[in-house]
């Protein structure tokens, strides 16, 4: 039963990329062929890795995100998986030799905080995907089924170096629904993009967006109105487990009722599902993780956590990490206290900080966010490396959508996301002149045919050019 | 007048001196006094009461202008009571001027000079005519103190945001500002008949009349926000049938007309970062700046976000990647947005007679390497203090003390 091993890949989270025949064993197929939608394929990836000869890329510097900055090193990759790193690799016959003199070579860069393609460009209410804002939970609601895989903006954060984005509803909702976790790649369908195996998350939101959103249609209206909300579904969502968990056991009798809003829920109570809390006011976080714990589920990540600082010993206790931005503040009274420090306190107390965009200007320089939060913090005498900043915008990042075994630096055995940069990724002048994706040359700064564009775009007189 | 207040002689010396005016100096300092600058070069005499700043290994520039943004106008943008940019209820507001509701006080203030921002325009926003803006210094006690020059011209919208104050159609947008212009005109010549209610009704307020006649004789710029090409093209056609002083902001597909911008002289204000594409800028691209430089446009670069306006050198650091070079950069947050602005006279370079608004940076300033270690602005040194880095203080080791 081929559905219901997609069903247990989905459930499970377990990883298998294209490619690499990891998938588990199936289980025994039921003994009625009859099933119920639960059972049935929930939306498959249909992702595919796009064939690529082996790549050499020597004589660059390569960053690895494990602590190595290698001078005049190499990097090989074949069929989508890092092969070799090092000092001296050598090349298969067969390679495409890239030279990387004067360059520099990253882990393709991970955005966990994207509404690409939810709120796509050209940005009219037609676009408008991104908060189903008709009730203050829709658990229900899933990223992917609002995601425009057209979007120009998805060409524009290929050439910035991205290659993996958790693309998440809005923040109008206390529960907004199940992000999507998607290949950075041109597809006709969001399947095709689909990351396999990947755990899906589940978008949460604290403080002033949901009061404002449902202060005068129904409430929430105040902070305290937030978390009982939070605490009503997860109230339903715990009975619903134990229905669904019996039933499981022996499939004895009719299946409980399907509720998808309280499935989504579920998941998260199973450990399956991570939760994605935006959330800006330290004492409100605090607020979150004793719901968490009231409730024995984790938080992954608290989105733009602008006052993570003031707690960041809290956070890296609890083993949650913080999706911050460089310097944004002041836009709302919740973002008043905003630090250039945040990412370097959170680094310095032993936490997870991730450097996010939420935006389609800052996905396309990530690494320049990610620069300026790096030397805000040294110059404030927090010693930030270079390596940590890397991991900012790449493996913690795979962490908080759970593929950092799998995505995020470069080491044998890795998909081979693999960015090589005109220079040092964190000076302003760089910027990303090749992009592979599993292996796939998906963008080449210097030839046209690498150059992704989408349908939107075509019949632009004059066309904008490769640098839009 | 007010830098006199502060009689003092600051010598910054031994540094790479970037006048903009002129090519680099090496070694060289900066002599102030009383707010001015009284001496640029390699072999300044420092006289023996000066206050040194060591600038040996650092760089030495101008104090950047933003020619966009809210500064002192907005505090939070999400809290009403905090926003004073905007006049509601007048599509046609030429004669308000945002100068008395600048706050002084505003956090954001600091948070951006202490990044080498020291001056920065004012500008308001909304309606068909927003107003009157200001160009401002990032210091002083009151409105009077940080007013560089008032207005610096009046500010129109003529991008897809301006349609609904005009009914709806672009074409309606430029037929309303020549209907509002040409009443000006006449208003100016009848204002016998007008006091006497001999006229025909007019299409704007006496008072918002009487603001765009500075406008309509070249001594105030207009600044008219245009993105679509064809929409630049209506503001230079407007700009020639009304003999405007016209400055270009936006302009986001001006590098597809850029020869025709660069041969009617207009100066053009635009943000290098920004790229997304939508039905106001179907051809906007990082290249926009860079191009109109190239084919001789004035150009001055912006962050429009008042809350960011320090990353301003963020977004010159891009306009060289996308095609500036980094001296045409350098001249675009200093001395071109100056002489855009028409104070060139007292602002944007470093040299003898020029106010002393100047910045002492680590290094190349466009980097995100380089800190500020030194600003001064009217001759005076700026403590590098804010709210933001009180918070820092606070909470560097937790838990804090409060």
Sequence with gaps: ?468 | MIALLLAQTIAITGGTVYPVSGPKLANASVLIRDGRIVAVGRNVPIPPDATRIDAAGKWITPGLIDGAGQLGLVEISAVPGTRDASLQGDTIAASFNVAEGINPASTVIPVTRIEGITTALAVPTGNLVSGQAVLIDLDGATIEQMLVKSPVGVVADLSESAKDAAGGSRAAVAERLRGVFRDALEYERRKTDFSRAQMQALSASARDLDALLPVLHGRVALIAYANRRSDIETALRLATEFKLKLILAGAAEGWEVAAAIAAAGVPVLVEPLSNIPGYDALGIRYGNAGIMAKAGVKVALLEPDTHKSRNLRQQAGNAVSYGMTWDQALRAVTLSPAEIFGVADRYGSLEPGKVANVVVWSGDPFEFTTGVEHVLIRGKEIPLKSRQTELLERYKKLPPTY
């Design chain 1, 1 to 468: 039963m081929r559905s219901l091993s997609f069903l247990l890949l989905a459930l499970t989270g377990a990883c298998a990329s294209a490619g690499g025949g990891t998938r588990p064993a199936q289980t025994p197929a039921p003994a009625s062929t009859e099933t119920t939608s639960v059972a049935r394929p929930q939306y498959p990836s249909t992702y595919v890795r796009h064939p690529n000869p082996p790549v050499l890329i020597r004589n660059a510097t390569i960053m690895t995100a494990t602590g190595q900055e290698i001078p005049n090193g190499s990097v090989l990759f074949k069929d989508g998986r890092i092969v070799a790193v090092g000092a001296k690799v050598d090349a298969p016959s067969d390679a495409v030799v890239v030279d990387g003199t004067g360059k520099y070579v990253t882990p393709g860069l991970i955005d966990d905080h994207s509404h690409l393609g939810v709120y796509a460009a050209p940005g009219t209410d037609a676009e408008s995907d991104g908060n189903e804002a008709t009730n203050p939970v829709t658990a229900e609601v899933w990223a992917e089924h609002s995601f425009w895989p057209q979007d120009p903006q998805i060409p524009l954060a290929i050439a910035g170096g991205i290659t993996t984005i958790q693309a998440l509803p809005g923040s109008a909702n206390l529960i907004g629904g199940r992000s999507a976790i998607l290949k950075l790649i041109p597809a006709r369908t969001v399947q095709e993009m689909k990351f396999p195996g990947a755990h899906y998350g589940l978008k949460m939101a604290c403080g002033e967006n949901p009061k404002r959103v449902y202060g005068r249609r129904g409430g929430p209206s105040t902070r305290m109105g937030n978390m009982a909300g939070y605490r009503a579904a997860f109230i339903l969502a715990e009975a619903y487990r134990r229905r669904w968990d019996a039933w499981n056991k022996d499939h004895k009798g009719d299946p409980p009722e399907r509720n998808l809003r309280s499935e989504s829920l579920a998941e998260v109570l199973r450990g399956n599902m991570y939760v994605q809390n935006h959330c800006y006011r330290a004492d409100e976080m605090a607020q979150m993780i004793d719901l968490a714990h009231e409730f024995g589920f984790k938080i992954r990540s608290f989105h733009h956590a602008v006052e993570s600082y003031k707690i960041a010993d809290l956070l890296a206790k609890e083993g949650t990490s913080v999706s911050v931005w460089a310097d944004w503040w002041g836009f709302k009274e919740e973002a008043m206290d905003g630090v250039q420090q945040n990412a370097a306190l959170n680094q310095q107390a032993g936490g997870r900080p991730i450097i996010h965009s939420d935006d389609p200007g800052g996905i396309q320089r990530l690494n320049q966010e990610a620069a300026k939060a790096m030397y805000a913090g040294q110059r404030a005498g927090i010693p930030i490396t270079r390596d940590q900043a890397l991991r900012w915008i790449t493996v913690n990042p795979a962490w908080a959508i759970g593929l950092d075994s799998i995505v995020g630096t470069l080491e044998p055995g890795k998909m081979a996301d693999v960015v090589v940069w005109s220079g040092d990724p964190f000076s302003v002048y760089s910027k990303a002149v090749q992009v592979y994706n599993d292996g796939w040359l998906a963008y080449d700064r210097s030839d046209a045919a690498h150059q992704p564009r989408t349908d939107f775009e075509l019949g632009e007189m004059p066309a904008p050019g490769s640098d839009r």
